[in-house]
């Protein structure tokens, strides 16, 4: 079901157009994400929704109420800003129980709502404690609660791991998911982390430069990326110059290297025409092989170019004849398996079905 | 290095000591201003509470200074407020106009009003023209201080308040305006204080009712009353050394409100 | 420079500036304009010819005290502002670079206080330290330094100078400590690091760096000096009388209100051409940005 429904917003800062024709629909429940490069709009877009820019044409759409002309303090969206924005003049208790100040809800009603809330962030019994005496993620949390309290159709989050440290953040992304999944709103997450993004949502907007590139869940974006920017955006890609020979349920492609392959028309996402494509395969469909081991696979010979070693997996540039870049593949560390040298001969095994056509 | 510690201290001295002869001379039992000294007395003090013109000078400073400093530090929380947060066509020639008087000599603002105010307005020179004049000289210092307090401000602040269900006005009311007090209480009492010691717009717009200094202006035709003028003159700069601590006591605890590194100043 | 369109943000802002914005307008650009009107017309005892006549500038260049009056104050000024900055620049130095930062703000405090208290009667004390019979003299007449008191440190320019290099040195001092405070020390030691000494660090890196600071207090001590009344009237003498003694004159003594504004005009004409001429000689000396 749509809860939140953009038609053709455009919006312009002066010269800059920073959000071109938005068509985007929200379902109710889900966990979205814009996901795109800084300057790609999604911050914008965030802002759009939540009522701190208007667009200059287009419409908007929250829960079938349009909301032109409606200020953002009046619109069923809650936002989690990217500094968090916890105000300092004021006790934990104090910027939790903020939005409550209008309810009209009795004060032993708010004061249980605020314990609640801040039970359901893990800072429970910290309802005391001055503000601007919290951590980091501390004040993420209050930031969360501060918002959720209202219960909102609608938490918006702008950015709101990229200030943390590493392994924190990666804790907070679980525990967002269960709190989205818990409260069962849907919550619309901007980031330029395209982990992030893929670990945590349920749809994803790839945007560049005002405009959507690709709207799909996290596996169809990976698998099938619709565009090369959109491929060589979501993890690692391999690029390799091919031609199309013939088009239909099943496509002819010449690749350079690999020679001639068939593959169903379903792995040009984007759709392709006879003449040049490029031709993506994901590092970790491609496997070296040893010395000895013998595969089903299609196999090329090359040689090793760079060797990079990342604990759990080992990543290998392999010059292969014919392939004018070196192809990037990577190998689990498993027991027992030896780790090649630079410069040594060895073999890559690959199939046609990870190929991915890609339009421009 | 240590040279520039001795330096720093003699600075310091050369700027106290004029300042530090006031108390030693108003307790000095004799007529004249000179080295040496013979013996305390109170009675240039005493002097001072039976002058009836004296303490009408000294009401009508604090009524001017007490307006100036509150129309002052209204104006620059309009003035500061828009210029830290927001951008709009002119801005900078406006708010250079409105800064100007910082390097204008005061000697061209009182000539200009007065010009004003009575050849072209035919008005009378009162208090209030005084008010005006001085809230005018006052309104830049105050968007100083009021300036770094905005702009110590995170701007999301605002807009939380906004997405939580506030309008615009109760926004500013509940989260800006705590947060920006301690500077509106050192706007106070800079303009409080300016108003207080100014003395040549005073001169040229007073009406029947002299301020302070010009009263004491007055005064220093008289080489007899010079001793008077040295007790006035303690009590006056021990005031406003005072009002100056309780702005800078302010000025550091509204920056640990908000969890600010201070970076020195008013600046 | 392209201008800012008008955003609703914008609209607000103009909305809330406006209350100061007009007030400066009634009360500043209004009168500054009067006054430039006003030295174009000329009064007779209390009627003023309102026909637009030059007079008054031909009469203020024309006449050798009017022109010796300015050049004294510009004279004054440019003495005032010299001691006043190079005498602020150590202070602002070593409370930049050789005080703790939880100390620094107790610092300026102190430098500040002085000027936030009443000019009158710092000028006063200082007519009483430099006196004939004041402060100095008796005490190195009673120390026996010298036999007889000294009268040429009162009632003239040298006095002028002095007390107002006193009362504006915070003035100087604070726009040095910003420029100074905002220098990445980082570039300090990566001079040294490629081989500069200490005082060549300093010359290269660092003065230069905190021109613009010199810059604004030069600016800021000799703009409002050139205008001043009080202390040429208490501790000047007839020798140390500046421009706005006459101006003051003009107006309440002379009734020549237009005379007085001509003098008005071009005192601040004067103060915005050298003021110019300094920053475009900076500019060009350190070809840099701002």
Redesign the interface.
Known sequence: MTLINLAGVNKHFGDYHALRDIDLNIHQGEFFSLLGPSGCGKTTLLRVIAGFEDPDSGSLHIDGRGMAGVGPNLRPTNMVFQSYAIFPHLSVAENVGFGLRRSAMSKPDKARAVGEALEMVGLGGYGNRAANALSGGQRQRVALARALILKPKVLLLDEPLSALDKKIREQMQVELMKLQREVGITFILVTHDQEEALVMSDRIAVMFEGGIGQLDDPETLYRRPATERVAGFIGMMNFLRGQVTSTGAEIEVEVEGLGRCRVPAEQAPGGVSAGAVSVGIRPETLSLLFEGERTDRMEVAGRVDEVVYYGDMTYYDVAVDGIEKPLTLSMKNLIGRPVLDVGMPTRVAWDERSLVLLGR | ?RG??F??IA??V???A??A??PL?AFNDAD?????LSGGTTRWFAELTQSASLLDAARNSLIIAATTAVLSTV??V??A???T???????RP??G??M??????????A??????AV??FGLGLSNTTII??H??IC?PFS?AVLNGAFQNL?P??E??????????LSAFR??LL??VMPGIVSSLL?SF?IS??E??IAF?LSGANPTM?VY??GL?RFPGQ?PV?MAL?TI??AL??VL?TIA?IMR?RGLK???LR????F? | MARAALTAGGKRGLILVSPPFLYALLLLAVPLATILLFSFWTQDYLDIDTRFTIANYVEAFGDPLYMQLLRRSLLIAGAVTLVTVVLAFPIAYFVSFHVAPARKSLWLFLITIPFWTSYLIRVFLWKVILGYNGVLNSSLLGVGLIDEPLSVILYNANAVVITLAHAFAPFAILPIFVALEKIDRSLLEASMDLGETRVTTFLRVTLPLAMPGVVAAVLIVFIPTIGDYVTPRLVGGPDGLMIANMIQTQFLKLNNAPMGATLAILAMLSVTAVSLVFIWLNRRWLRGPK
Not at chain 2, 100 to 109: R, S, T
Not at chain 2, 111 to 116: E, H, I, P
Request: aromatic residues 10%; hydrophobic residues 65%.
């Open positions: 290095m520039l510690r330096y720093a600075y310091l050369f700027l106290y004029p300042i002869l006031l001379f004249i201003i000179a080295f040496p104006l620059g309009c003035a407020r828009a210029a947060m927001a951008d709009w066509p002119l801005k406006m708010m106009l409105i100007l008087p910082l390097v204008l000599p005061e000697i061209i603002v000539v200009s009003l007065l010009v004003l050849q072209v005006a004049a809230t005018l309104m968007i995170d999301a602040l807009e939380a308040a906004l997405d939580l269900g506030e309008t615009r509940l989260v705590p947060l800079i204080t207080l010691d003395f040549i040229f200094p004491i202006w220093l010079l003028v003159g006056l700069v406003s050394i100056l800078e550091r409100r908000a969890g201070d970076r020195g100043g600046l």
